[in-house]
């Protein structure tokens, strides 16, 4: 199971994925932008829908595991190691 840091944008103009950046304790975290307001964990949906279709994997092997009202959330990817979830991400 792979842990993946990222750092949500809600309301966006488009669903997109912005790189790579570091978060302030140090952690390499995915930059993420989504159209979806962060009202009733709907940019969390969107967040978990976009990475889950970058990654090639099915929308139920991405959850949120913490960050649900922050900026800076904890997704895990079963099926997948964190080594083969960055070489994915990365090659976008």
């Known amino acids: 199971m ?3 840091f990222v750092k949500l944008t809600p309301g966006a103009a488009q669903d997109r994925l ?4 570091s978060d302030p ?4 975290v995915l930059k993420v932008r989504v159209r979806a307001r962060p009202i009733e964990g709907k940019a969390n949906d969107a967040l978990v829908r976009l990475v889950a279709d970058a ?3 099915p929308r139920s092997a991405v959850s949120l595991v913490q960050g649900d009202r922050s900026r800076i959330k904890r997704l895990e990817v079963d ?4 080594d083969e979830v ?6 976008l």
């Open 79 to 82: 099926g997948l190691g964190d």
């Open 86 to 91: 960055r070489q994915r991400l990365t090659a």
């Open 55 to 57: 990654l090639g994997v």
């Open 25 to 28: 304790e140090g952690r390499s």
């Open 18 to 21: 912005d790189g790579w950046d």
């Open 2 to 4: 792979a842990r993946l």
